[in-house]
């Protein structure tokens, strides 16, 4: 249930509502809009007589909520969430977050070429693994700790916030510690130890989709975080297994994106690289997830991804990257809004990238 405030409440009557939530057993999570204050009720609140909320001084209306989850529910929370970091970066607003870097650190100076690369090209945010998650064992696993420190300080030297995927709770407070967000991945998105974990810090999170996960079960993954006192979720759409694996990894789901906005106030970032697996299809894919609502990308950048340690076939090239960026800022524009602009060069010719070589 949510509790639906007159325009200009006062306190007095905020709190006696607090008050009866708390009295019954219930914990209250007040959301203070532009408008009007919603009060939303955690816990079972059927326990709650709808009616004793609606006599109340100043309350307009007391309305259930249809959506299994509660917090990151748009009921709970009309107005959009904006994450924002260092640097003025700002993520859920009217300009696109373009996070861009390797799949894996693999080393300070490839890491450093990659980042100065897409740094230039207008991305604001660096990713790169340093714990991965492997289908295979044998496959390489990722630096860890020295790879996050090389991270840490390549990021500092660009002036970019790093994400950084975190796999067990045990990690979970030394990245907290040198990355700005973590990254839950597709493979652990119902890893309810490890989102509990990250609910307990208070970095923004950015939640994969599982490969096969429902938005309701996705959004239940978030409700998780939530619930644990960390308001700063986005979710990223990364495909859906699907098929047909045999021209691309993973099946897009552009319809996501759209869906998501009408649910939830999190913000929505598209990861076009895990989705397609190959760098060909990339900025198409990109596109798409612009023009349907997306607040950001998250995009696999190597300089020489023909040594890439992993996902070399899906990472772009620097120059392809540029061309990728001028392609999505021209969809933002006609959609009303714009790639974050912190280029310090001058807009680089258009050449699709399909035709680079
Ligand atoms: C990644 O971002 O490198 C990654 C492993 O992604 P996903 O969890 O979507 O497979
Ligand atoms: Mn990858």
């Known amino acids: 249930m949510i509790v639906i405030m007159r325009s200009n409440a006062p306190q007095s009557s905020l709190d006696r509502v607090i008050a009866t939530i708390k009295q019954n057993h219930l914990r209250p999570h007040v959301s203070e809009g532009a408008e009007r204050v919603i009060i939303g009720i955690i816990g079972d609140d059927r326990q709650i007589n709808a009616q004793l909320l609606e006599c109340l001084p100043d309350v307009e209306a007391v309305v259930p909520v249809l959506t299994p989850f509660k917090l990151a529910s748009r009921e709970f929370h009309p107005e959009p969430l ?4 260092d640097n003025d970066v700002v993520i859920g607003g009217n300009e696109l977050t373009i996070m861009a870097g390797p799949c894996a650190v693999e080393s300070r100076e490839i890491l450093d070429t990659t980042a100065q690369a897409v740094h230039q090209a ?6 790169g693994g340093v714990f991965k998650p492997r289908t295979s064992p044998y496959s390489f696993q990722g630096l860890g700790e020295q790879a996050l420190d090389w991270l840490a300080a390549v990021g500092k030297s660009h002036h970019m916030p790093i994400i950084t995927e975190v796999m067990a709770p045990d990690q979970v407070q030394k990245v907290a510690d040198k990355a700005d967000i973590l990254q839950i991945g597709a493979r652990n998105m119902q890893n309810f130890n490890l989102l509990e ?24 993954a978030a409700e998780y975080i939530l619930a644990r006192g960390n308001e700063q979720v986005m979710l990223c759409e990364r495909g859906l297994r699907s098929f047909d ?5 993973n099946v897009l789901d552009v319809s996501a994106v759209p869906v998501l906005k009408s649910l939830t106030h999190l913000p929505v970032i598209v990861d076009p690289s895990h989705a397609v697996g190959k760098w060909e299809w990339i900025t198409a894919v990109s596109r798409a997830a612009i023009a349907a609502g997306a607040d950001g990308l998250i995009v696999e950048v190597h300089p020489q991804p023909e040594i890439a340690l992993s996902d070399g076939r899906q990472s772009l090239l620097p120059k392809r990257f540029d061309s990728l960026m001028v392609e999505v800022d021209r969809i933002a524009r006609a959609v009303g809004r714009s790639v974050r602009v912190d280029r310090h060069q001058t807009v680089p010719e258009f050449v699709p990238a399909e035709v680079l070589s």
């Open 245 to 249: 694996r045999k021209y691309t990894r």
């Open 82 to 85: 904006l994450i924002r970091l």
């Open 197 to 220: 974990a990250v609910g307990e810090t208070r970095r923004p999170i950015l939640l994969k989709r599982g490969p096969s996960a429902t938005l309701d079960e996705w959004l239940l």
């Open 122 to 127: 207008g991305a604001s945010i660096l990713r």
